[in-house]
C-alpha cells in the first residue's frame, strides 16, 4: 500500500475538511466494491492455480495415481484430492 500527502492529490477544501476529522494521523481510503480484485487476480498467481489445478485434473483422468501426483506437485493427498473432486 502506498501512502499518499494528501496536499499533494487532494483539492486543498477537501484537505481542510478532513483535517476536521483527522490531523497528523494515516486514513485508509478502500476500492469501491466493484473495482475491487479478488485474490490472486493482480499478480497472476490466481491463473497459475487454475492452471496448475487444471494440469493435475488432466494427469489424474489419463491415469496418474493420486499418490503420484501429490509428490510431483508437492502437495498433501488431501489437497489432490480436493483438487481432483471440485467442480
Not at 498467481?45 to 501426483?69: A, D, F, P, T, V
Request: hydrophobic fraction near 30%; aromatic fraction near 12%; proline fraction near 3%.
Amino acid at each position: 500500500m502506498k501512502y499518499w500527502n494528501a496536499q499533494e492529490i487532494l483539492p486543498e477544501a477537501l484537505v481542510n475538511e478532513l483535517q476536521n476529522y483527522v490531523q497528523g494521523e494515516y486514513i485508509y481510503v478502500p476500492v469501491e466494491p466493484k473495482q475491487q480484485k479478488r485474490w490472486g487476480e493482480v499478480s497472476g498467481y490466481r491463473r497459475e492455480l487454475e492452471q496448475r489445478n487444471q494440469k493435475i485434473k488432466e494427469e489424474y483422468r489419463i491415469g496418474i495415481s493420486q499418490e503420484c501426483l501429490a509428490e510431483k506437485y508437492s502437495l498433501s493427498l488431501y489437497t489432490i484430492r480436493k483438487i481432483i473432486y471440485q467442480k
